[in-house]
């Protein structure tokens, strides 16, 4: 008898605390930081781009195109004073942006996968 596929991949994250659950945990970081940034953009400009990395206090934001990222690099100077105000972004030091375009269907399967982050028991 087989077991439910969220059962089983739940077990699986949770089995040994390995590189799975390091990804899981990334992500839903991840999450938490372009729910942060977004709060501190125009909802227009929200919608076009997302964190991709924070490491070593410079954080990393993806936009769709240069007309964005010209749009957040104008706005880096507000968004670190902004942001160093919210838990996960402390120790903040730069903010640095790139063109990266976000597909549709990759947004839509990479948001499926967080917010369904409970059947990975989280």
């Known amino acids: 008898m087989l077991l439910p596929p969220e059962k089983t991949i739940a077990s699986l994250i949770k089995k040994g605390g390995g590189t799975l659950q390091q990804l899981v945990d990334q992500a839903l970081h991840l999450k938490a930081l ?39 690099r104008y706005q880096t100077g507000e968004l670190l004073s902004a ?3 919210i838990k996960g972004f402390h120790g903040l030091a730069s903010i640095k942006v790139q063109v990266a ?17 409970s059947y990975l028991g989280q």
């Open 34 to 72: 372009n729910e942060g940034l977004r709060q501190h953009l125009d909802s227009e400009i929200a919608k076009q781009c997302k964190v991709i990395n924070l490491e070593q206090g410079c954080l990393t934001i993806a936009a769709t195109n240069g007309n964005y990222a010209t749009l957040l």
């Open 83 to 85: 942001l160093r105000k």
């Open 101 to 117: 375009p976000i597909s549709k269907a990759h947004a839509r399967r990479s948001t499926n996968f967080i917010s369904n982050s």
